[in-house]
Structure formats: C-alpha cells, structure tokens
Antibody, heavy 122, light 112 residues
Framework: EVQLLESGGGLVQPGGSLRLSCAASGFTFSSSAMNWVRQAPGKGLEWVSTISGSGDSTYYADSVKGRFTISRDSSKNMLYLQMNSLRAEDTAVYYC???????????????WGQGTLVTVSS | DVVMTQSPLSLPVTLGQPASISCRSSQSLVYSDEKTYLNWFQQRPGQSPRRLIYKVSNRDSGVPDRFSGSGSGTDFTLKISRVEAEDVGVYYCMQGTYWPLTFGGGTKVEIK
C-alpha cells in the first residue's frame, strides 16, 4: 500500500524558513517522480514543485522559484521541500504527491499524502 | 500558463440524479506523443485529493463506474451517472501537458 506522510509544517514569521519532509513507502521510490502541491485555506490546488526519480531534474512554479528547493533522498525514501524567504501568501496545506507515470513522467499524481499546514504570520 | 476553467462553480444535485462538470483549457492539451494529459481529482470535505480519472477517460482502480471522463483538445467533462451521498466534495481538473502544471478552480458538488 502506497503511503505518503508529510511533516515539518508549523507557524513561521515572514522571511523565515521551514523544511517539509515526506516519508514514502509501499512503492519503489526511486522509480517515481515526486511533487509538492499546496492549498491555501479555503482555496483550490496549486502545483509547487516536481523532482525526477533520480533527482537530477527539478521544476518550480514561478511563485516559489528562487525561494523553495525540492530534494529527495532515495536511501531513506524521503522527499523534502526547503522553503526560504516565506511570505504570508505561502500559507497553505502542503501535500506530497507521487507522480503516476514513472521516474521522468510528470503529467499526473496518483497518490497524495494527508498534508501539513504551513502558516506564515507575525 | 495554461488556464483551466471549470463550470459550474457549485453544483447542487439530487441523490440518484446525474451530474456533469465542464473543464476547458486555454490551449489544446494534446502532447507531442498524441496523448492528452487531463486528470480529474475529487476532494471530499476534510480529506486529501484523490485521483479519479487520468488521460481524459481512464478511471482509477477502485473508482466507481458511475464516474466517467470524456472530451478532447480543449473541452473536457466529468460525469457522475447517479450521484450518491459520498460524492459530495470539490472536483478539480488538472492538465499535465505543459509546465507549469495547472488546476481548474474547482467545482463543489453538494446534495440538494
């Protein structure tokens, strides 16, 4: 059974940093691209970032480019999102999502975690 | 960016009746491999999103067959043949053909 468990969310001041983690199990981690998707309170879904199965390719939404860094540790089956220079508009539930089509395939998400809430406020 | 426009925003439905959600993209979602990467997700209240449909019309394992997806190019539809109480929630379309990946704004399905 595929499981994705996010952690690391919390309250942070504007300009601060936070690192989110996602523990993956139930599938061959290195064979799947992975993603972060966020949802602001009461709002819709927004894709944030994607990383290939090997970690050699990364993609970012313009809204986070230069501030967020996605990475993965396949030895630990872990996905990360390092978030710097946080803004109020980054407040959201952040979901880890598995790509549903392989290590270098990015067009769908077949499994989602339960999410972790990040609140950016003074 | 490809803009995904869903309608309606809200869809009150009587139990047992059909429901239909439209999703339109600002440009064709046909990729160079001739496949169309259009997905549908369901988000029940208080839950994470769940994929229902991928590549326009392929239903995920465990998804009831009352859900179906159709369409081509820029116009897509999610249909529920007979709405059940467990179908309440917000439905999102998402395109995977172009970077950045983009979602529609969502359609809230509720019971009348």
């Amino acid at each position: 059974e595929v499981q994705l468990l996010e952690s690391g969310g919390g309250l942070v001041q504007p300009g601060g940093s936070l690192r989110l983690s996602c523990a993956a199990s139930g599938f061959t981690f290195s064979s799947s691209a992975m993603n972060w998707v966020r949802q602001a309170p009461g709002k819709g879904l927004e894709w944030v970032s994607t990383i290939s199965g090997s970690g050699d390719s990364t993609y970012y939404a313009d809204s986070v480019k230069g501030r967020f860094t996605i990475s993965r540790d396949s030895s630990k089956n872990m996905l990360y999102l390092q978030m710097n220079s946080l803004r109020a508009e980054d407040t959201a539930v952040y979901y880890c999502a598995k790509a549903g089509c392989g290590a270098y395939c990015y067009n769908t998400f077949d499994y989602w975690g339960q999410g972790t809430l990040v609140t950016v406020s003074s | 960016d490809v803009v995904m426009t869903q309608s309606p925003l809200s869809l009150p439905v009587t139990l047992g009746q059909p429901a239909s959600i439209s999703c339109r993209s600002s440009q064709s979602l046909v990729y160079s491999d001739e496949k169309t990467y259009l997905n549908w997700f369901q988000q029940r209240p208080g839950q994470s999103p769940r994929r229902l449909i991928y590549k326009v019309s392929n239903r995920d394992s465990g998804v009831p067959d009352r859900f179906s997806g159709s369409g081509s190019g820029t116009d897509f539809t999610l249909k529920i043949s007979r709405v059940e109480a467990e179908d309440v929630g917000v439905y999102y379309c998402m395109q995977g053909t172009y970077w950045p990946l983009t979602f529609g704004g969502g359609t809230k399905v509720e019971i009348k």
